[in-house]
């Protein structure tokens, strides 16, 4: 499945980017960055979309109700999927099961 694949790379880059910092920001960013690359990646521009410039009806012009909605539910997934893996990085990191970089 892409979603675990997906987590594993969260995992990596996250472990690589805390490293023995305490600025709870910086986490908050990774996974922000992450949600906000997966749930724009995944929304399908419907095809009768005009492309230049993009115009796909109400309510905001570039983006139609289906946009929006898979926006949505996209970035629910999104933000459970990287969440669920920033908790259980915290929980080893507590643990002592995997260490932070220094």
Do not use: H
């Amino acid at each position: 499945d892409m979603g675990s694949l997906e987590a594993a790379l969260f995992a990596v880059v996250y472990r690589y980017c805390i490293r023995k910092d305490t600025n709870p920001m910086l986490g908050e960013g990774v996974i922000g960055a992450f949600v906000l690359t997966r749930t724009l990646s995944r929304i399908q521009v419907p095809t009768y979309c005009t492309a230049a410039p993009l115009s796909c009806g109400d309510p905001l012009g570039y983006f139609d109700w289906s946009m929006i909605f898979q926006g949505v539910l996209n970035g629910a997934e999104s933000v459970a999927l990287f969440g669920g893996a920033f908790m259980a990085l915290e929980y080893c990191f507590e643990r002592g099961f995997i260490s932070k970089f220094p």
